[in-house]
C-alpha cells in the first residue's frame, strides 16, 4: 500500500519511487519582490561580487527572472564563485550552465557559516545573499562579522496562497478522514501557513495518525512552536532524505 503524502511547499515532488502518493496542496506562494531600487543595486553588485549565495531553488529561478528582465548578459557571471545550500538548488543552477564551487555538508544556515568560512579567507570578499523577504538573516549577520561585505538581497516574496472556502473545506475532509499519513513541510513558512488555512483547532481534533515531517531543524522548531509533535527529521535535510526517513519509519 502506497504512503500518502501531502506535500505543502511550491513544488512539485519527484516520486519515481512507486511508494508514495503524494497530493499537492501548496501553502506557500513565490513572488518576486518588486523593488527596482533593489533591483539596480543587485545588477551593480554583480560586477564586483566575490561570491553569490543560493539558499534555495526560489532564489536561483527568481534571480534568473530578474536577469531576463534586466536584459544581463549571464556570461559576465563566470567569474564569480557560487555556493549553494542543497542538492536540488545545486542541480537548478548546473541546468543553468554554472558552476557551484560549494555546497555544505548539511542545508542549515549555521553549518553553511562554519564551513564557508574555512575554505577561504573572508576578509574583503564581496558576497551577495538572495533570499527570501521574511528569510533568516543569520548567514549575513555571521559572514559579515567574519569580515566579508555581504550585499543582503531580498528578492522574493513567499505568501499565503488564496484558496477558495470550498478547496480549503475539501482538504480539511481528506484530513478528518485520515486519508493522509504525513504531511511534508519544507520551511517555517510551510508549517505555518498550513495551520494558518486549514485552522490550528481543527487540525489538533482530527490529526489521528497522520505525522508531521520536517525538512530540517528550522522547520521542527516551527512546527513545534504552534503545538504539534514533529515525528520525522532527516540527518540529511533534502526531499530525498525525508522520504527515504518516511519509508523507513514505516
Same mark, same amino acid.
Given at each position: 500500500?502506497?504512503?500518502?503524502?501531502?506535500?505543502?511547499?511550491?513544488?512539485?515532488?519527484?516520486?519515481?519511487?512507486?511508494?508514495?502518493?503524494?497530493?499537492?496542496?501548496? =501553502?506557500?506562494?513565490?513572488? #518576486?519582490?518588486?523593488? &527596482? /531600487?533593489?533591483?539596480?543595486? !543587485?545588477?551593480? @553588485?554583480?560586477?564586483?561580487?566575490?561570491?553569490?549565495?543560493?539558499?534555495?531553488?526560489?532564489?536561483?529561478?527568481?534571480?534568473?527572472?530578474?536577469?531576463?528582465?534586466?536584459?544581463?548578459?549571464?556570461?559576465?557571471?563566470?567569474?564569480?564563485?557560487?555556493?549553494?545550500?542543497?542538492?536540488?538548488?545545486?542541480?537548478?543552477?548546473?541546468?543553468?550552465?554554472?558552476?557551484?564551487?560549494?555546497?555544505?555538508?548539511?542545508?542549515?544556515?549555521?553549518?553553511?557559516?562554519?564551513?564557508?568560512?574555512?575554505?577561504?579567507?573572508?576578509?574583503?570578499?564581496?558576497?551577495?545573499?538572495?533570499?527570501?523577504?521574511?528569510?533568516?538573516?543569520?548567514?549575513?549577520?555571521?559572514? =559579515?562579522?567574519?569580515?566579508? #561585505?555581504?550585499?543582503? &538581497? /531580498?528578492?522574493?516574496?513567499? !505568501?499565503?496562497? @488564496?484558496?477558495?472556502?470550498?478547496?480549503?473545506?475539501?482538504?480539511?475532509?481528506?484530513?478528518?478522514?485520515?486519508?493522509?499519513?504525513?504531511?511534508?513541510?519544507?520551511?517555517?513558512?510551510?508549517?505555518?501557513?498550513?495551520?494558518?488555512?486549514?485552522?490550528?483547532?481543527?487540525?489538533?481534533?482530527?490529526?489521528?495518525?497522520?505525522?508531521?515531517?520536517?525538512?530540517?531543524?528550522?522547520?521542527?522548531?516551527?512546527?513545534?512552536?504552534?503545538?504539534?509533535?514533529?515525528?520525522?527529521?532527516?540527518?540529511?535535510?533534502?526531499?530525498?532524505?525525508?522520504?527515504?526517513?518516511?519509508?523507513?519509519?514505516?
Amino acid at each position: 500500500m502506497s504512503i500518502r503524502l501531502l506535500n505543502t511547499s511550491s513544488s512539485d515532488i519527484d516520486i519515481s519511487q512507486t511508494d508514495f502518493e503524494v497530493i499537492n496542496f501548496p =501553502t506557500i506562494e513565490v513572488m #518576486e519582490n518588486n523593488n &527596482a /531600487p533593489l533591483v539596480q543595486i !543587485l545588477v551593480a @553588485q554583480l560586477a564586483k561580487a566575490d561570491w553569490i549565495i543560493f539558499p534555495s531553488k526560489n532564489a536561483v529561478r527568481i534571480f534568473l527572472e530578474i536577469l531576463a528582465e534586466q536584459n544581463y548578459d549571464r556570461a559576465k557571471l563566470k567569474p564569480i564563485k557560487i555556493a549553494s545550500m542543497g542538492s536540488s538548488t545545486s542541480a537548478l543552477i548546473e541546468e543553468q550552465s554554472l558552476e557551484v564551487s560549494f555546497v555544505p555538508s548539511e542545508f542549515v544556515a549555521e553549518k553553511f557559516v562554519h564551513e564557508f568560512s574555512q575554505i577561504e579567507t573572508l576578509l574583503g570578499r564581496k558576497i551577495i545573499l538572495l533570499r527570501s523577504q521574511i528569510g533568516r538573516d543569520l548567514i549575513a549577520a555571521e559572514l =559579515t562579522k567574519l569580515g566579508a #561585505e555581504v550585499f543582503d &538581497a /531580498p528578492i522574493y516574496n513567499t !505568501l499565503i496562497p @488564496q484558496y477558495e472556502q470550498s478547496e480549503i473545506a475539501k482538504m480539511q475532509t481528506l484530513l478528518k478522514a485520515q486519508q493522509i499519513d504525513f504531511i511534508l513541510f519544507t520551511s517555517p513558512s510551510t508549517a505555518e501557513n498550513f495551520f494558518a488555512l486549514i485552522g490550528k483547532e481543527f487540525f489538533s481534533q482530527h490529526q489521528g495518525h497522520i505525522k508531521l515531517a520536517a525538512i530540517g531543524p528550522v522547520t521542527k522548531a516551527a512546527i513545534e512552536s504552534v503545538g504539534f509533535p514533529c515525528a520525522i527529521m532527516p540527518d540529511k535535510h533534502t526531499i530525498a532524505g525525508l522520504l527515504e526517513e518516511i519509508k523507513l519509519s514505516k
